[in-house]
């Protein structure tokens, strides 16, 4: 049997308490089980928080009530790295979002980071944020049901003490990580072009390596997206095409908020200037798509999928971003900006039109993440960016593993609430596989 519960951490005396009214002849204190190794744990019993300096920090839970050893969960830490300065890196605000819904939805949830696991003692030493206080302290905690990979940068997530902590994490059989990696686009790309339901919205996309395929794919496509394998939010992009008309190869990029423009008459001296202006990471090359257009402004429509409470995948909600004037990409940070599906598509296709785009983005987007999970394991969440162009046809340019934060206030709110039911379903789904048939009748 599940049921919820509050509880409260006291920062000033370290103590656990169970915020419920005690029975006659109960015991003020009950030892209960938690995180991925089921350490025991003290409650202390007590009608309502105690009266400290510190006001303790209060949360749901959910207990799975059993004879021997009652679990309470979910406890879901999220992973990130240390900063130079001692401290963790990573969006401490979308953290403490996570954190707060934990705190009603029902899940205990802190920060951490490699240094701050002890393997010996299978104890890690998190990081909880305190709303009233406004300040983060540390506090002992298991080893979690549930990690939640947000390490910021591919740079820091290649790391060997990163790497040696993910691979342990992922080896526990109690554990459940998911997203364990950043996608690479290149292998992202060759990987859905073997799929039978994902290949046909691929733009014909291969990995950059010399001049002669850039030539052709001009010459083929008119225009072509020069992308970074390991970048994000639209980050050292450019496209390249030719002109007719003045008989000049091009090549436009963002600096800041402005699009700077490369005008040269050869392909050689365009490699060239590509050469000296890209990213050092490795480039795949991308058929450009001419985009349908509101106010004169190509967009495409962002997908967040989820998985959820009963661990199958679900769309948590679609935006649209478009370009800004003389932009390159729709990309927020980039100088896009943001909009509604449903105010946007009607007025550039018919009504019924625009249904049949949203049912066949939400198809897309649940063939995709089907299609990777079957060569990354663990996946529970990913964005989509899928275009749609002049004609109502989706082009699939591009799929995240960490979704960046979604601005539109319902989808950010789900998508909080699917992680932590997730969790929920992750935690007692576990649970349930060191338990005999009949002992989970009788718990049920």
Known sequence: MMKKVTIAYSPADQEWYLLAQPKRGQTVNRHIYWGANRLPLKLSIARKPPLLPCKP????????LKKRKPLLGPVVGILTVQGNDGSFTGSKPNFIELMRTGQYKGGIVFVFTPESVNWLTEEVRGQLYHPQLKKWFSCQFPLPNVVYNRIP????????????????????????????????????????????????????????????LLSEMIAQHQEVYLKPTSAKAGKGIFKAGYDQDKGRYTLLFHQGLKTKR????????????????KFPSPYIIQQAVDLAQIDGCPFDLRTLIQKNKYGTWEITGIGIRVAGRKRITTHVPQGGRIEDPAQVLPQVFTPEKAEEIVSQVKQLALEVA?????????????????GVDSQGQLWLFEANAKPMKFDEPHIRRKSLENLIEYAQYLTFKTYRKGVS???TAQAN
């Open 262 to 277: 490369v005008s040269t008459p050869s392909i050689e001296r365009l490699w060239k200037g590509f050469q000296k202006l």
């Open 437 to 439: 048939t009949n002992e």
């Open 57 to 64: 920090l209060t949360m749901n839970a959910y207990i799975r």
């Open 153 to 212: 940068l591919r740079s820091f997530e290649s790391k060997s003490e990163v790497q040696i902590c993910l691979e342990l994490l992922s080896k526990h059989p109690r554990i459940s990580l998911f997203n364990p990696c950043f996608f690479d686009k290149n292998e992202l790309f060759r990987l859905l072009k073997e799929g039978a339901e994902t290949a046909r919205y691929l733009p014909r996309t291969e990995l950059l390596e010399d001049s002669n």
């Open 370 to 386: 089907q299609e990777l999970e079957g060569h990354y394991h663990h996946l529970g969440e990913m964005s989509l960016d899928i």
